[in-house]
């Protein structure tokens, strides 16, 4: 079956360090990909995403880019800043956004 | 756009009670909404597909006569979590789909004693 695996945190850096954050999937077919982000006591926040190898997904400085070849979708971002403390979520769906398959979350904290 | 919201946003209740818990999709319609459980420092466990005019779809292991879908509109789900027990006590969160992309609401915590 479809999964998602990302790298284990607790990721701790400090104001404007460089980020990166692993996700790897395995699945049949050609699944969307997904980074949520969850901020302290609250639900799921979209972050980005992409549909198809090679799009890249960007939002607020995050980036992540759909490989298949190495069926990666990494987050990058290049100056992180202390509000950017959250868990972060990388996920995968099908093609119609059903049945989204969720890692299981990276924290990340920003010290300044 | 795709905001959604959820009501209430925290509920303490004596065990042996139920919960009801909205899931609004505020600027879009959502055909099919979905139910998340989540566990303190764990990631989101798909509880069940809410589909607008049908039955629910349940993730094997949940209890559809304890925890009870309905999705009458193209805005509105409802779960109600019935005859509550301490064990029944987590984060529950829903999510909308439109475009091909969930949309979370910021979920409902609830406690029960």
């Known amino acids: 079956g479809n999964s998602v695996t990302q790298m284990e945190g607790p990721v701790t850096l400090s104001e404007e360090a460089f980020l990166t954050i692993n996700c790897t999937y395995t699945?049949?077919?050609?699944?969307?990909l997904f980074w949520y982000v969850q901020y302290p006591g609250e639900g799921l926040q979209l972050l980005l995403k992409a549909t198809k190898a090679d799009d890249k997904g960007s939002n607020k400085g995050f980036e992540a880019t759909y490989r298949k070849e190495t069926t990666s979708f990494h987050l990058e971002k290049g100056s992180v800043q202390v509000s950017d403390s959250a868990v972060y979520f990388c996920?995968?769906?099908?093609?119609?956004?059903?049945?989204?398959?969720f890692g299981a979350g990276t924290i990340l904290r920003v010290k300044s | 756009g795709a905001v959604v919201s959820q009501h209430p946003s925290r509920v303490i209740c004596k065990s042996g009670t139920s919960v009801k818990i909205e899931c609004r999709s505020l600027?879009?319609?959502?055909?099919?909404m979905f139910w998340y459980r989540q566990f303190p420092k764990k990631s989101l466990m798909l509880m069940a597909t809410?589909?607008?005019?049908?039955?629910?779809?349940?993730e094997q292991g949940v209890e559809k006569d304890k925890f009870l879908i309905n999705h009458a509109s193209l805005t509105l789900s409802t779960l109600t979590v019935t005859s509550a027990h301490p064990e029944d006590s987590s984060f529950y969160i829903c999510?909308?789909?439109?475009?091909?992309?969930?949309?979370f609401g910021p979920g409902t915590r609830l406690l029960v004693l």
């Open positions: 600027d879009f319609q959502a055909t099919t």
């Open positions: 996920a995968l769906s099908d093609r119609d956004g059903n049945k989204l398959v």
């Open positions: 809410s589909n607008e005019g049908s039955k629910a779809t349940y």
């Open positions: 699945a049949t077919g050609y699944p969307s």
């Open positions: 999510s909308a789909l439109t475009k091909e992309t969930q949309y």
